[in-house]
């Protein structure tokens, strides 16, 4: 069964760093896109960034542009969430999620998510 | 780019039909036939349901159903079982600028 697993959040100040990891098995990780969505306690899912499979093309929401940055490493089938500069409004629960072998604008698998809180 | 807007709760018996709603604007939803759902009960990771509109991935019952006209797509649950009380939420591919824009998510209550 293919599977993601996050890991890498916990808490941090505002202003500080942290950076996610997304680990893929029993999937051809370096054939598909991958994503970031976030979800703020109580409340909706929001897309955050994606990468292509090679690692070429790269796109953000415009709330974490210039202070986030996704990453990939396919020979350890593994996806990165660089996140600088945080802030309280980036409080959330961070899955990865890839539309898999559908290879379409879909999210058909999730990670069980990796719960991220900036706060002093 | 704001959310797609939902419904912010939907109830029914068991038994019956609900229909969720997810309006957008010609930028994403009426624009292109790129409408996923998806299915998240407390705690647990989302669970697509539909995509492309109206394609439902192996596994997931002939229950679920999308559909979309105009700037609006609708997610319909028949048959209603306890097990479908959870959170529901549209998402839409929006263009080259935005990507993504997910709805605002509407809870199933089953009577």
């Known amino acids: 069964e293919m599977q993601l697993v996050e890991s890498g959040g916990g808490l941090v100040q505002p202003g500080g760093s942290l950076r996610l990891s997304c680990a893929a098995s029993?999937?051809?990780?370096?054939?598909?896109?991958m994503h970031w969505v976030r979800q703020a306690p109580g409340k909706g899912l929001v897309w955050v960034s994606r990468?292509?499979?090679?690692?070429?093309?790269?796109n953000y929401a415009d709330s974490v542009k210039g202070r986030f940055t996704i990453s990939r490493d396919n020979a350890r089938n593994t996806l990165y969430l660089q996140m600088n500069s945080l802030r309280a409004e980036d409080t959330a629960v961070y899955y990865c999620?890839?539309?898999?072998?559908?290879?379409?604008?879909?999210?058909?698998?999730w990670g069980q998510g990796t719960m991220v809180t900036v706060s002093s | 780019q704001s959310a797609l807007t939902q419904p912010r709760s939907v109830s029914g018996s068991p038994g019956q039909s609900v229909a969720i709603s997810c309006t957008g604007t010609?930028?994403?939803?009426?624009?292109?036939?790129?409408v996923s759902w998806y299915q998240q009960h407390p705690g647990k990771a989302p669970k697509l349901i539909i995509y492309?509109?109206?394609k439902r991935p192996s596994g997931v019952p002939d229950r679920f159903s999308g559909s979309k006209s105009g700037n609006t797509a609708s997610l319909t649950i028949s048959g209603l079982l306890a097990g479908d009380e959870a959170d529901y939420y549209c998402?839409?591919?929006?263009?080259?600028?935005?990507?993504?824009?997910f709805g605002t998510g509407t809870t199933v209550t089953v009577l």
């Open positions: 999620a890839s539309p898999g072998v559908r290879d379409g604008y879909n999210f058909d698998i």
């Open positions: 029993e999937f051809t990780f370096s054939s598909y896109w």
């Open positions: 990468m292509n499979s090679d690692g070429s093309t790269t």
């Open positions: 010609s930028s994403d939803v009426g624009g292109n036939n790129l």
């Open positions: 492309d509109v109206t």
């Open positions: 998402c839409s591919y929006a263009g080259s600028n935005t990507f993504y824009v």
